[in-house]
C-alpha cells in the first residue's frame, strides 16, 4: 500500500471515527483514540483480506478501541451538553422565530444525545452504529463480532430503553410552529 492509498483512506475515514469515537467516549477522549485507530488502520492494512467492507473493518478496530476506553478503570465522563449552545451568545435582536426553533430542535438533539450516552455500553453502540452511523444491521453484526439476531435484539432493547428513559426524563409538547419540543423534567 503506497502511502498515498493510506492518505485517501485516513481522509475518508478519519472524520467518520472521530465522531463515532465522541458518540462512544466523549470529545475529550476522541481525539487520541482516533489516532491510534488510524494507526491500527495503518499497520494492518497489508494483512486486510477484504473479508468484509473496509468500512466494516475500520469500524470493527474502532469499536475494540473505544471498548478498551470504557473499561479501562480510570475514565473520564463524558461533557453534559453543548458549550456551543449557549443561547447568551445570540444577540436578543438575532432571537427570531427560526432561530428559536432552531435552538429548540438543537437542544432537543443534544438531549438525546444525552439520553443515549447513558444506555448501557452494548446499547450504546448498537444505537450509534444504526441511527447515528446509518450502518445495516449485518454491518453491525461484523463490526461488533455478534450475531445478527444479537444485534436486531440488542437494537430493539436500545430502541425501547431510551423511549422510557426519554418519556420519564422530559416532556414532550408542540411549539407554536407545531414542531416536537420538549422541557427537561424537574427529576432529571
Known amino acids: 500500500m503506497t502511502p498515498a492509498e493510506f492518505q485517501r483512506i485516513h481522509d475518508s475515514f478519519r472524520p467518520r471515527v472521530l465522531r463515532y469515537l465522541a458518540r462512544l467516549v466523549g470529545e475529550r ?4 483514540l482516533a489516532q491510534s485507530v488510524m494507526l491500527r488502520v495503518s499497520s494492518g492494512l497489508p494483512e486486510f483480506r477484504n473479508d468484509s467492507s473496509l468500512a466494516t473493518w475500520i469500524y470493527r478496530i474502532a469499536t475494540n478501541v473505544a471498548i478498551d476506553k470504557l473499561r479501562s478503570p480510570v475514565r473520564e465522563q463524558p461533557l453534559d451538553g453543548d ?3 449557549d443561547e447568551s451568545d ?9 432561530v428559536e426553533a432552531i435552538a429548540i430542535r438543537t437542544e ?6 444525552e439520553f443515549i450516552d447513558h444506555l448501557p455500553e452494548h446499547y450504546r453502540m448498537v444505537m450509534v452504529l444504526s441511527e447515528m452511523e446509518g450502518f445495516k444491521n449485518a454491518e453491525i453484526a461484523a463490526i461488533l463480532g455478534v450475531s445478527l439476531d444479537t444485534v436486531k435484539i440488542r437494537l430493539h432493547r436500545a430502541r425501547e430503553k431510551l423511549r422510557n428513559d426519554l418519556q420519564e426524563g422530559c416532556s ?6 407545531s414542531g416536537l419540543a420538549c422541557d427537561r423534567k424537574s427529576s432529571c
Open 108 to 113: 432537543m438533539s443534544a438531549c438525546i444525545r
Open 90 to 98: 445570540v444577540p436578543f435582536d438575532a432571537r427570531t422565530p427560526s
Open 83 to 85: 458549550p456551543d449552545l
Open 29 to 32: 477522549e476522541a481525539e487520541d
Open 172 to 177: 414532550f409538547y408542540r411549539d407554536e410552529g
